[in-house]
């Protein structure tokens, strides 16, 4: 029996890789996942705009894949294209399969575009799916279906889950602010971390260090999401920093860059004002590095444990209840899923899936109701 082609968009990307098996020559896999298009006038390795998200693209290429299986990237689609492509999918007998990972999108203040494609796709998808049982009541609750759920795979490589933590002096708090993703709102916590620092240090064996990375845009007043009053406070800091706190502006780090920094920490704060799932979250629990957050999204339930949080997302929260969470992360790093762990959940990820996929070529309507 022939492997089924399916059509992610993106396939270039560490969930679609991570939920099939890991190669180990043995015998031929049930699926075959495709390469992404290139995508006209883009240079060689980028996704997106996808062309796989275009009605023309898929009538010209209907026959190239069996299933075609949307993640992310639609964002620049209007309701009417989303429609057309979906009728065109329809025409062609070419099953959809939607993995909802953001019901709130992080990239868009405005969410009322992204809500209305996403009850779209809710309806319209062949199989739909979801990451955690919340997110998945969400869905239920908003769009009257529930998605089936397929738990995050690993973020960080198999080969590295099973290495040593470094040790190191102090307890390191990071915050690491790249380049100011639409859904971070560093300026309600920051300042009450620095003001959490002094006690930290004082109930704690090792001293404490809190350590902020920024890429250099953040600091030029041109850059599309430049913030004065964090760009500001980050100069104060560059200038004249307070004991136990590092200020790092650099350019991006690359993924061995990041695993190695995040694994340098002994807490990694997310200071998200919305989400749903966080690959972030994902990779901290690969290296046992705790969580800090706000109660946002589901990152708790999928987080297994190693993310604590603080509170609401929109409002500073308290520097006390920050040294408390802390002082009880410095007792040691979370539990970790380990190498053989997460290799036996990609099996079972990628077998699961090529359900879902064989389910949705057999005419069925595959979600939480009707499971493969």
Same mark, same amino acid.
């Given at each position: 029996?022939?492997?089924?082609?399916?059509?992610?968009? &993106?396939?270039?990307?560490?969930?679609? $890789?991570?939920?099939?098996?890991?190669?180990?020559?043995?015998?031929?896999?049930?699926?075959?996942?495709?390469?992404?298009?290139?995508?006209?006038?883009?240079?060689?390795?980028?996704?997106?705009?996808?062309?796989?998200?275009?009605?023309? !693209?898929?009538?010209?290429?209907?026959?190239?894949?069996?299933?075609?299986?949307?993640?992310?990237?639609?964002?620049?689609?209007?309701?009417?294209? *989303? @429609?057309?492509?979906?009728?065109?999918?329809?025409?062609?007998?070419?099953?959809?399969?939607?993995?909802?990972?953001?019901?709130?999108?992080?990239?868009?203040?405005?969410?009322?575009?992204?809500?209305?494609?996403?009850?779209?796709?809710?309806?319209?998808?062949?199989?739909?799916?979801?990451?955690?049982?919340?997110? =998945?009541?969400?869905?239920?609750?908003?769009?009257?279906? @529930?998605?089936?759920?397929?738990?995050?795979?690993?973020?960080?490589?198999?080969?590295?889950?099973?290495?040593?933590?470094?040790?190191?002096?102090?307890?390191?708090?990071?915050?690491?602010?790249?380049?100011?993703?639409?859904?971070?709102?560093?300026?309600?916590?920051?300042?009450?971390?620095?003001?959490?620092?002094?006690?930290?240090?004082?109930?704690?064996?090792?001293?404490?260090?809190?350590?902020?990375?920024?890429?250099?845009?953040?600091?030029?007043?041109?850059? &599309?999401?430049?913030? $004065?009053?964090?760009?500001?406070?980050?100069?104060?800091?560059? /200038?004249?920093?307070?004991?136990?706190?590092?200020?790092?502006?650099?350019?991006?780090?690359?993924?061995?860059?990041?695993?190695?920094?995040?694994?340098?920490?002994?807490?990694?704060?997310?200071?998200?004002? !919305? =989400?749903?799932?966080?690959?972030?979250? $994902?990779?901290? @629990?690969?290296? /046992?590095? !705790?969580?800090?957050?706000?109660?946002?999204?589901?990152?708790?339930?999928?987080?297994?444990?190693?993310?604590?949080? !603080?509170?609401?997302?929109?409002?500073?929260?308290?520097?006390?209840?920050?040294?408390?969470? *802390?002082?009880?992360?410095?007792?040691?790093?979370?539990?970790?899923?380990?190498?053989?762990?997460?290799?036996?959940?990609?099996?079972?990820?990628?077998?699961?899936?090529?359900?879902?996929?064989?389910?949705?070529?057999?005419? @069925?309507?595959?979600? /939480?109701?009707?499971?493969?």
């Amino acid at each position: 029996m022939s492997a089924v082609r399916v059509r992610h968009v &993106p396939a270039a990307h560490p969930y679609v $890789e991570h939920v099939q098996a890991a190669p180990t020559g043995a015998s031929s896999p049930a699926v075959t996942v495709l390469p992404d298009p290139p995508v006209p006038g883009a240079p060689p390795g980028r996704w997106w705009p996808h062309p796989a998200l275009e009605e023309a !693209w898929v009538r010209q290429h209907a026959r190239e894949q069996d299933v075609l299986h949307v993640h992310f990237g639609m964002e620049a689609r209007s309701l009417p294209e *989303l @429609r057309a492509w979906l009728d065109a999918l329809a025409d062609l007998g070419l099953p959809l399969v939607h993995t909802v990972h953001d019901i709130d999108h992080p990239h868009l203040h405005d969410q009322t575009h992204h809500r209305d494609q996403l009850a779209l796709l809710v309806e319209r998808s062949d199989g739909l799916l979801t990451l955690s049982d919340g997110a =998945a009541d969400r869905v239920e609750q908003e769009h009257g279906r @529930r998605p089936l759920v397929l738990p995050h795979p690993h973020v960080v490589p198999l080969a590295l889950l099973d290495g040593p933590r470094p040790v190191h002096e102090e307890l390191r708090v990071g915050l690491h602010l790249k380049s100011l993703r639409t859904n971070l709102a560093p300026m309600r916590v920051l300042p009450a971390l620095l003001e959490a620092l002094p006690e930290l240090s004082a109930r704690t064996v090792r001293p404490a260090v809190l350590e902020v990375r920024a890429h250099p845009e953040v600091l030029d007043p041109a850059f &599309p999401r430049h913030d $004065e009053a964090l760009a500001g406070f980050l100069r104060r800091l560059l /200038g004249d920093p307070p004991p136990g706190v590092e200020v790092v502006v650099g350019p991006r780090l690359d993924d061995d860059q990041l695993w190695s920094a995040l694994q340098g920490l002994d807490v990694s704060v997310l200071p998200y004002a !919305w =989400a749903t799932h966080s690959g972030w979250v $994902e990779a901290c @629990r690969d290296l /046992g590095t !705790w969580v800090l957050a706000p109660r946002v999204g589901h990152l708790e339930e999928q987080g297994g444990g190693m993310v604590r949080t !603080w509170g609401a997302p929109d409002r500073a929260p308290d520097p006390s209840r920050l040294a408390d969470i *802390l002082v009880r992360c410095a007792a040691g790093p979370p539990a970790r899923p380990g190498r053989a762990a997460r290799s036996a959940q990609r099996v079972e990820l990628a077998r699961r899936h090529a359900q879902v996929y064989a389910g949705v070529l057999e005419g @069925r309507r595959i979600d /939480g109701g009707s499971p493969p």
